[in-house]
């Protein structure tokens, strides 16, 4: 036997296999996709609690721990409130592929609405986007949607 | 009124990028035998353990049973507390409830983590909505970028004021011997560092560790006989928000749960001006905007003061409120025990072992947590039995 203290070849272990998931998307974002998909447009839900307006529509509010059940529609249009351009690379647990990068990431409230939605802004160059502008959604055609939120493709910045 | 509650020893390993010399649990081990040794304690004194990391981080399930090789928490009461990047504070909230409670007089709190057995990257983005939030979300590091977009926004603050809190926080590391990151880095070698997702820069940014913290916690009446200078809760805070990054970042508002968890955290301390009755503050920072955003939210300054604040130095070793002693996150970053980091590193300052982190005469200390989806747990730790 080697003594305690004799270097040992470290050896390590790598798991490569898929594990495939299920998510229910719920009544109300199911609603939320189709409209999308048939009429080219938000929808969100009212508390008539507080009188919040969230997108995407759900359940329950947080703070009133309500039901609501008071959907409304917006406009696909709204601010932008932060936003990130992505630039290193990584892998996407969803696909186990490398994310295409640089793209752009933003936190937009949609016009109607009380909070804030997190999509993909349509433009790479950091020098040209400012918090605070107006952008607008792009969607899909109909027949590529897919029923989830990259029916979205992404928010056009508006001039 | 739960029972007084001490921190009485604190272990932690010398923190590298990997470790491939040890298994978690072996790595566990090394944090959990130093803070016996600390405490002059055997694992036989123990009455209970709390333990936590990343759900998702090294694939591993039931952490608390996994881990008691490491832990010693062989047939002993065990919970396993996991909350995101608050991980570590919560374990150290959840292990003070054991006490507090009058169930358990010794409790044994650990955090560890392995970045390095897993894509740190990929694991936290298994922390967004997968309806909603999963496909655009790439980590900590953009969701950070935004607050900080945001923030400049609103205050005019640059990257340089940004970059100040990093120099003075790997400043800090150079006086721990356990910190992972201990070379000094300049607001100059941040602003020339590869731009990762606007506006954070590499240097901006805390990096992957891996380490083990693990803090001892007794009874009022025990703690006394276990440490000649206990570190005593005088409160503790837990505030989470959504996990919808739309409902949490309302930027505007700012860093509502930090707000909400340090009011509480001062209205139980009975603190009314936070920055003169504090002696130290051990923030969970893992982005150098955080160092100016998040001590507003804490009250340490006003609005958009931050940038002046920091540059004058109150937050340096030596200024009015020392910050981060330790080198804080953007020095050591395993996850599961950062937070808890940040409550052991309080405890030293309190117990007077800092060494060359030590600021003279601690009588006050706060440690925060932040993870998930802009979550904040506050702890502030007193010299006096309160």
Known sequence: MEKNGTPVERLEITFKHPMPYEWSIGRYGSRFFQEIREKRRFIGIRCDGCGSVYVPPRRVCGPCFRELTELVPLSDTGVLTAFSVVNYPFIDPATGELRPIPYTYGYIRLDGADNIFSHLINEKDWHKIKVGMRVRAVFKNPEEMEGNIQDIKYFDLLP | MGRRVAIVGTGQTYHKSHRPDVTSREMIREAVVAALADADLTIKDIDAVVIGNMDHFESINYVDTYSVEGSGAFMKPVMKVSTGGTTGSTVAIAAYY?????????????????NSESDTTAAIITCSDPVWDRF??????????????????KYGATQEDAAMVGERDRGHALNNPYAHLRRPLTVADIMASPMLAYPIKLGDICPRSDGACAVILAADGIAQKIASRPAWFKAVSVRHTYTWFGDSTDYNKGLVSLQRASREAYAQAGIKNPVEEIDVAELYLPYTWAGLKWIEDLG????????????????HMGGKLPVNPSGGVLSTNCIGATALLRVAEAAIQIMGKGGKRQVPDVKTALATGFGGCFWSDVVILSAVRP
Do not use: Q, W
Not at chain 2, 98 to 114: N, P, Y
Not at chain 2, 139 to 151: F, H, M, N, Q, V
Not at chain 2, 300 to 315: I, K, L, S
């Open chain 2, 98 to 114: 054991h006490v507090a409670s009058g169930l358990f007089d010794r409790v044994l709190a650990v955090g560890f983590e392995k």
């Open chain 2, 136 to 153: 655009s979300y790439s980590g900590a590091i953009p969701s950070l970028a935004t607050e900080a977009t945001a923030y400049m926004e």
């Open chain 2, 300 to 315: 340490f300054c006003g609005p958009g003061e931050a940038a002046r604040f920091v540059g004058d130095g109150n937050t």
